[in-house]
Nanobody
Framework: QVQLVESGGGLVQAGGSLRLSCAASGRTLSTYTMGWFRQAPGKGREFVTA????????AYADSVKGRFAVSRDNAKNTVYLQMNSLKPEDTAVYYC???????????????????WGQGTQVTVSS
């Protein structure tokens, strides 16, 4: 079983930056695709970004392209989300997720991920 714990959320002004971390325990994530999703108040959970097991491939939602960057350190069993130029519409609970199925395709839907963290709140003030 994989346990995921997100950290790094908080309150930031528009234009600012935050770096989220997702630490895993229970087993190594070195062969897992990792994703970040977010859920704003009153909305469904949406895809933000994903990274392949070897960091060779990444995918981003159009809304965050050029502002967010995903990375991972398999030696530390940790995935990161660097968020720059934050906007009020980025306000949400951010979740990391793990997909144990080896695939050339990065998952962009919730059902493609088997393990989820509890989420960390990001609030961007205008």
């Amino acid at each position: 079983q994989v346990q995921l714990v997100e950290s790094g959320g908080g309150l930031v002004q528009a234009g600012g930056s935050l770096r989220l971390s997702c630490a895993a325990s229970g087993r190594t994530l070195s062969t897992y695709t990792m994703g970040w999703f977010r859920q704003a108040p009153g909305k469904g959970r949406e895809f933000v970004t994903a990274i392949s097991w070897n960091s060779g491939s990444t995918a981003y939602a159009d809304s965050v392209k050029g502002r967010f960057a995903v990375s991972r350190d398999n030696a530390k069993n940790t995935v990161y989300l660097q968020m720059n130029s934050l906007k009020p519409e980025d306000t949400a609970v951010y979740y990391c997720a793990a997909d144990r199925n080896l695939s050339l395709r990065l998952g962009v839907t919730l059902k493609e991920y088997q393990y989820w963290g509890q989420g960390t709140q990001v609030t961007v003030s205008s």
